[in-house]
């Protein structure tokens, strides 16, 4: 068999090694055209076709695989701590005035020091908009 048949399959090793510390699906097209190339060139093809029989199958390949990439890749992690309370709803329990920098809620039965844009008033129900520090940044439910 011919120098460049191992060669191709040595380097079908590489992108599959490379692709098993990449879960994008990328690299596998790059293994199957590799493997093509080498049966390229182990039937006696030229230089120049396998080639062609690499980048072809690899090209035509990458884009068939995203929707199974996609399906494959694990979805970016859960908000936890203080991000998951963003778009959460609470319970006005000390009087929120911007003006003295005062105000408390509940929000899922914990209690947070809170801010927002306008005087909210104990009772009236609030959406966690974004988490600064140690306080919550809220606008008033309708």
Not at 45 to 49: A, D, F, K, R, T
């Given at each position: 068999m011919p120098t460049i048949f191992w060669l191709w399959l040595a380097a079908a090793v590489i992108f599959l090694i490379i692709e098993i510390g990449t879960p994008s699906?990328?690299?596998?097209?790059?293994v199957v055209g590799s493997i093509g190339a080498a049966v390229t060139?182990?039937?006696g093809?030229?230089?120049?076709?396998q080639l062609a029989?690499?980048?072809?199958?690899s090209i035509i390949l990458i884009p068939a695989t995203r929707p199974l990439a996609r399906k494959v890749t694990k979805p970016s992690p859960q908000p936890t701590n203080v991000?998951?309370?963003?778009?959460?709803?609470?319970?006005?329990l000390e009087k929120i005035d911007p003006g003295t920098d005062s105000g408390q809620v509940r929000?899922?039965?914990?209690v947070w020091r809170a801010?927002?844009?306008e005087i909210i008033n104990e009772g009236a129900k609030i959406k966690v908009l974004s988490v600064i520090g140690a306080r919550l940044n809220v606008v008033k439910e309708d």
């Open positions: 699906l990328v690299f596998a097209c790059f060139s182990w039937l093809g030229s230089y120049l076709i029989v690499f980048a072809g199958i991000d998951a309370m963003i778009g959460k709803s609470g319970v006005v929000v899922e039965g914990q801010k927002a844009n």
